[in-house]
């Protein structure tokens, strides 16, 4: 199946996120990863979701079906910047800090903690660019991982800029926006 | 009118406000404020107490699916909402409109698993259409106004509102006047024109040109439109389950039913059609059988207002997302002069002759009423049919409601549905049993002066008997229920006699008398073991100003024909017992 990369703009409700992913889930579409936050408008939440489907047009008729989600796209083929960071606790004991400390280098890796035996370092770049580094921090031992998924914007003046689509945010206006 | 209100008259006026003027509920302990307040508004909602939640779900249905307006039920917390989850996910799989409101235990102890706690937003997200849980009595006014404009627009379907207990309790200053803020929900009513034109050309281009008219047509109120479209083309229209009313069935162009159950010149015509025009049915599994045999030679135009729904099951040439009645108007309005039609007409009647060949050939109707094979039988359940369809043609006003199974397939088959929209009133994406007996109460109340049947098998009718005394208490005199009583789960049972080596597992069913239970209930009960007394029990039900009940005992183990076997193409058919 192939990979789908879906930027949408929702409505910042409570359980909008159970709504997405219940919908995804029940569908029977993978998904691989989600990441969700606030966008540039008060009240509207913009969500990056990797699914695995060979029917993504379905997918995405299917997500316009919730009342709260009011764009999305499949930008799988668009030019796109796509960043993940991941967060990586890593064996390191005095021995081996030279030669991680290096790898971090190459990599525009940063050490954010360093502790008797470990080293957390934080990384952030494309997808493939992650994956790159955790094979190759991998053999000094990764004692735990942490991977925010995919997040993707288009690039250029296209796109879906949130206050488009919403004239004023929430059920009552309210500008608190409230994720649960 | 900026007067204080408790959030329990605030959902008393809000309903008012919608038009809505009847509602079927149970209350208890978290909806009890919503009670309180409802007393003041009796003059303007009435209450339907009904015995069990479902009952009250499936009655909101009927009249909902009887009127095309906003059917309302209510639960309370906990055991109250989870009743109502059937027919809610039945409202859902149907496209019908229907608010679910819900009692929900205090804001201070909500996520501790208080007394009767249950996440009925969380239980019914995936089956509503939209769901809310309101905390904050301020909120409520503005959540009525959206939760109700939802379940009425675009694609109708049930949303369910759960209140706290407290916010029914507290006061404000209800705001009326808050605009929609609704970003993400615009439903597409008017065609694509360009789309339309597509549409025409295709159709033009057409030899063995078809309609398939769904529970859209009904909804749009589009049937005048579907007639003068299919007249001005002379293209055949075959009518869903729930596209049944759409469409006379005495018209010439009328073909009937498609699908697992549907007559085998209409399976047929839609296998060798060569443009397939379906507006507002969603290409069920019961309708297309294996969809990837489907209408293997149609290009195919599917008009929906759900965008999802185009290109879901069958793949589709012309996509056109609108409203029913809006799009056949524009069709209407796009086609070319008469001349340009006359090739498409010329082929016309070859085409329609080849269909009723076809069906001479293997059943029209009455001779698959008046079987030979049946003549051993003290009461086949064809008779029962047969004479009822007459007895309605007659009578006049009336509408049916009916069940799932056998007896469900043998009504949409044997009936002869001209009486027009919103006459026929059955369970059919989910299926439900227990539907029949609380939606015809719906159905009796939207449509007081008709006469409500109610068609039932012994199985289903088990299952919701109980509201034949809401039936009672509210002093409905307009239903009359036919048992058709065979003793057993009847569908399965054929399954199991075609399929699974008449391993009748689980489906014999016994039942009490069922005419003396209806007497207990203060109704009238009619038991038939004849044919010929059908006939009369009929008329003795017509002639009764009230409720009543005739137990049809019929012939055990007679299976529906013709059948598309599970996964099979609807090209497959078993026709007869013969072919079986």
Redesign the interface.
Known sequence: MRKHTIVAL??DR??VL??VA??VR?RGYNIESLAVGHSEQPGVSRMTIVVESDHV??VV??L????????VSDVTTDPTVEREMVVLKLHAPAAARHEVVSMCGVFDAKIVDVGTSTMIVEMTGTPAKVENFIEVVRPYGIKEMMRTGRIAMVRGARGHNASE?????????ATVPTLN | MSETRTGAQIMCEALIREGVEVMFGIPGGAIMPFYYAMWEYRDQLRHVLCRHEQGAGHAAEGYARATGRLGVCIGTSGPGVTNLVTPIADAMMDSTPILAICGQVGSHVLGKDAFQETDI??IT??IT??NY?VKDV??LA??FK?AIH?ATTGRPGPVLIDITKDAMQKATVPNWD?KL?????KPTYAPNRKQVREAIKLLLSAQKPLIIAGNGVIMAGASEELRHFAEQLRIPVITTLHGIGSFPEDHPLSLGMPGMHGWVHCNRAIQECDVLFNIGGRFDDRVTGKASTFAPNARVIHVDI???EI??NVKVAVPIVGDARLTLQALLEELPEREALAELHAHASDWMEHIRDMQDKHQGKQQYVNRANTEHMALPPHDVYEKLNRALALRGNYRVVTDVGQHQMWAAQLLDWNAGPRTHITSGGAGTMGFAVPASLGVAIAHPNDTIWAIVGDGGFQMTNQEMATIMQEGIKNIKVAVINNGYLGMVRQWQELFENKRYSGTPLSGPNFARLAEAYGWKGLTVEHADQVQAAIDEAHATDGPVLVDFRVEREVNVFPMVPQNKSIGEMIITEADA
């Open positions: 929702v409505q409570p359980g159970s709504r219940g919908l029940r047009e379905q008729k299917q316009y079906r919730l009342i709260e989600v009011i764009k689509y919403v004239e004023s945010a929430g059920p009552n206006g | 937003t969380g997200m995936p259409k939209h849980l301020n909120d503005y959540v959206e939802i808050q803020n609704l970003p993400g929900y759900d965008p999802s290109g879901k």
